[in-house]
Each structure stands twice: as C-alpha cells, then as structure tokens.
C-alpha cells in the first residue's frame, strides 16, 4: 500500500500505511517474517524516502538484540544506510550524541 501511495502521491493513503507498518513491526518484531518485511520496505521505495526506513530503524534500536538475528544481521548488510541509522540512533540514545540536524540541500 505504502509503494503504491507513494506512486500515485496519495499522501494519507501513504500516512495510513505508515501507522499499519509501524504497528506491524511493533507486534512482529521477534518472528522471522519481520526481516522479510523489512527488507520488502528498503527495495520497494527510493532512499530518499524515509518513512518506512525510520520505523524500520527505530524497531531495531528499541528491541537491540534484533542484531542477534543472522537475517537481521544480513538486511543491515545489505543496506548500510539502515545499518547507520541503527548505529547513529544508538549513539545519540546510549552515548550522548548530539542529534543529526537535517539542512536544506
């Protein structure tokens, strides 16, 4: 839903599918389909676009011992921009890192 909201900018269509993806990590978090999941939401949107790579990153920050999972461990190889978000979130929750400001390009 999220793909196809982005493809023909329905812009609450996207929001909703958003919220479902949210709480569908929430829930599914500890199965082997979250992986699946995750990894179906990094190749069907652009990088650029970072709803769903944000919920992606704050499931994994939150329930950290995802990184014991060896098809967790292949996604975060696989994208390294999720794997340093994972990494950077962790920094500024854990190690007093300042947030990333975001400036305009």
């Not at 793909?3 to 949210?22: M, N, P, T, W």
């Not at 990590?25 to 652009?46: D, G, R, Y």
Request: hydrophobic fraction near 40%.
């Amino acid at each position: 839903m999220y793909e196809l909201a982005d493809k023909y900018d329905v812009a609450g269509l996207r929001h909703l599918a958003e919220e479902k993806f949210y709480r569908s990590c929430a829930a599914f978090w500890n199965t082997e389909q979250f992986a699946i999941a995750a990894e179906h939401a990094l190749v069907s949107t652009p990088e650029s676009d970072t709803g769903l790579r944000q919920v992606l990153c704050q499931t994994i920050t939150t329930h950290i011992k995802l990184l014991n999972v060896p098809s967790i461990v292949t996604l975060l190889h696989k994208h390294p921009d999720l794997m340093y978000s994972v990494l950077r979130r962790q920094a500024e929750e854990l190690g007093g890192l300042e947030p990333m400001v975001k400036t305009a390009s």
